[in-house]
């Protein structure tokens, strides 16, 4: 099992689930954050901090955002496992979920 981030980061990122992971799972994609699924330790630091509420735990992910689990887990088809987060950067790239999304916010 892991965290999914969720539709309301898209065009927010507001970083600061990654401040508190303490495994560095959370990369940057164009638009949006993601989890990676075998890095994560589920240990639920990101979901409290997240000001938008876009972290669920897989299970309690809510159904009109269930596709987020496989973008979260398929945006990292491309990169695999760098093993954290912080090295590798943010990445010029979304998944065509995210990708095909008009703007989100103001």
């Given at each position: 099992m892991t965290y999914v981030i969720a539709l309301p980061c898209v065009d927010v990122?507001?970083?600061a689930c990654i401040d508190e992971c303490p495994v560095d799972c959370?990369?940057?994609?164009d638009r949006m954050l993601y989890i990676h699924p075998d890095e994560c330790v589920d240990c639920g630091a990101c979901e409290p901090v997240c000001p938008v509420e876009a972290i669920y735990y897989e299970d309690d992910l809510p159904d009109e955002w269930a596709d987020y689990y496989k973008a979260n887990v398929e945006f990292f088809s491309e990169i695999?496992?760098?093993?954290g987060?912080?090295?590798?950067?943010a990445v010029d790239h979304d998944h065509a979920l995210?990708?095909?999304?008009p703007p989100q916010g103001d």
């Open positions: 990122k507001d970083r959370i990369y940057e994609g695999g496992s760098p093993g987060a912080a090295k590798l950067g995210v990708k095909a999304l």
